[in-house]
């Protein structure tokens, strides 16, 4: 008896549910049609500060209220997470790699498109052998700062994916390599 109990009352709960989403559904679908008749009239435009950032003023209205004054102090004193500082220290390095791998492929589009000496092709290996040596420490130290990032990130969500250096090295060399390959021909 208690079984037929529960499964009567299951069936009355989900049958309220049904009628409060049948009611939330209708009333998003009320405000929705509201909102598309006031654009069609016109009254969303010309409405003072459109296109422009809200301004909060004194305050965010997100931020707990406790931490208010120790925010604002450190906001006015150009304070940044480490995290934050770590984050955007990552992001110029990688930058740079990359800003490293075009003028690389530069030099090597200017040196092979001259008749060069062996003196001056083995200069050539030698820079080059020394470029992926340095992209490869580049590429470890990024790797310890990404981890380091993501240790100190407050949520894992705003986390970094992490790089494995000689996958990444593999890719280059292959990419430069193909781009020398190229140039020869």
Known sequence: M???????EIKIKAGQGKKIARYMSSTADLVE??????????????LPGAGKPINFGAYNPYEDPTMRMGLKILKDNEFV????????????????IQKDISY??????????????ERK????HKRK???YFEIRQSLNKIEKKILDFNLRCPTFRLGRANIDPETEIAKIIADIEAFIEKRRQ
């Open 104 to 117: 690389f492929k530069a030099l090597t589009t200017q040196t092979l498109s001259e008749r060069v000496s």
């Open 33 to 46: 049609n509201q909102i598309e008749k006031a654009m069609a009239r016109g009254d969303f435009e010309n």
């Open 129 to 131: 052998d020394l470029f």
């Open 2 to 8: 208690t079984e037929r109990h529960w499964e009567e």
């Open 121 to 124: 092709r083995e200069r050539f």
């Open 81 to 96: 997470p480490y995290w934050i500082e770590l984050g955007k220290e990552i992001d110029s390095e990688l930058e740079r």
